[in-house]
């Protein structure tokens, strides 16, 4: 796990004390995290001083710095709307592409469809001239 993944996941689990960084990777002004945190920014700039924060306030942070929390999603992280699988920095996934998958497959399976179909009218051509005798030859 990288150690961007590792912050987010700890801080998700409640690591209290990840809540600056956790407003810097999700480029968040103190005001913005405050707001998003439904607090006000007194109160959010003591969360960062000097009291404990809000369990569920780190970890909406955590998800807003893209961290992904999910089961069988462990290491993935979304970071301006790109999905990047654990140990990628680039060549993210976008919501378009993810889009496009169920019609992908769609065309990989009437391509599969349209193989199976040309093999088999092979195959019976090849069966049907194996099935012939050759011609005779005449005397």
Known sequence: MSYDSHILSDAFLGNLTT???????????????????????????????DRPPNPAAVRLLAVLAGYVPWAGWEGWEVHSGILYPPGYT??????????????????????????????????????????????????
């Open 19 to 49: 809540l600056p960084e956790l407003q810097l990777r999700a480029r968040l002004t103190r005001a913005q995290a405050a707001d998003l945190c439904g607090v006000s920014p007194e109160t959010y700039r003591r969360w960062c001083t």
């Open 90 to 139: 680039r060549n993210g996934i976008g919501p378009g592409q993810i889009l496009a998958i169920p019609f992908r497959e769609q065309l990989v399976t009437e391509y599969q469809r349209q193989l199976v179909a040309l093999r088999s009218e092979q195959g019976g051509e090849r069966e049907a001239a194996a099935a012939t005798p050759p011609p005779r030859s005449l005397p």
